[in-house]
T-cell receptor, first 114, second 114 residues
Framework: DQQVKQNSPSLSVQEGRISILNCDYT??????FLWYKKYPAEGPTFLIS?????DKNEDGRFTVFLNKSAKHLSLHIVPSQPGDSAVYFC?????????????FGTGTRLTIIP | NAGVTQTPKFRVLKTGQSMTLLCAQD?????MYWYRQDPGMGLRLIHY???????AKGEVPDGYNVSRLKKQNFLLGLESAAPSQTSVYFC?????????????FGPGTRLTVL
């Protein structure tokens, strides 16, 4: 039972354009969502997060949008740069219910084409 | 300030052998986690700890044991390795403070079981 799903295993985007990565979840108790970025042979690094009381959070070139009714979130990267080529993981937790665990999606490999 | 370190970085075992993976953190975090990453599966939680002397099962705990005798260290043990345990193992930590679930990851241990 995959509670966090990233249905696109890979995505290619031209440099300078917008990259949009999508994530769906099924557990209604999830109230905090995070995106992680992972380069080969390294551990994942935190990118941006959003609480369920918001529908948007921005940090520089990165914006996360949350649609609670659709149980869907997306990560927008504008403009995309070659250094953004990595695997991106969506993760979710149920903090309001005392759940200190994260549930991760399967990841999307983003390739930025120069 | 090394953050989260993992020892060893690589290991090859034969079926039935045992080994211990060490995670060490210098951030004084309460919560520590062990994940495994397999192709197409994302990050799956094996065991975690919410403080020194405590451990709890995650999503895929079978075949693994853990110990948290010191706050800064979290050990993952394989008593009798199986080829199905071939994976990349990541340790992560978080402060556990309300308001953030950001987890900080180590660089990973690549384990091959023949």
């Amino acid at each position: 039972d995959q509670q966090v799903k990233q249905n696109s295993p890979s995505l290619s985007v031209q440099e300078g354009r917008i990259s949009i990565l999508n994530c769906d979840y099924t557990n209604s108790m999830f109230d905090y969502f995070l995106w992680y970025k992972k380069y080969p042979a390294e551990g994942p690094t935190f990118l941006i997060s959003i609480s369920s009381i918001k529908d948007k959070n921005e940090d520089g070139r990165f914006t996360v949008f949350l649609n609670k009714s659709a149980k869907h979130l997306s990560l927008h990267i504008v403009p995309s740069q070659p250094g953004d080529s990595a695997v991106y993981f969506c993760a979710a937790s149920a903090r309001s219910f005392g759940n200190e665990k994260l549930t991760f999606g399967t990841g999307t490999r983003l390739t930025i084409i120069p | 300030n090394a953050g989260v370190t993992q020892t060893p970085k690589f290991r090859v075992l034969k079926t039935g052998q045992s080994m211990t993976l060490l995670c060490a953190q210098d951030m004084n975090h309460e919560y520590m986690y062990w994940y495994r990453q397999d192709p197409g599966m994302g990050l799956r939680l094996i065991h975690y700890s919410v403080g020194e002397g405590t451990t709890a099962k995650g999503e895929v705990p079978d075949g693994y044991n853990v110990s948290r005798l010191k706050k800064q260290n979290f050990l993952l043990g394989l008593e009798s390795a199986a080829p199905s345990q071939t994976s990349v193992y990541f340790c992560a930590t978080t402060s556990g403070d309300w308001g953030t679930d950001t987890q900080y990851f180590g660089p990973g241990t690549r384990l091959t079981v023949l």
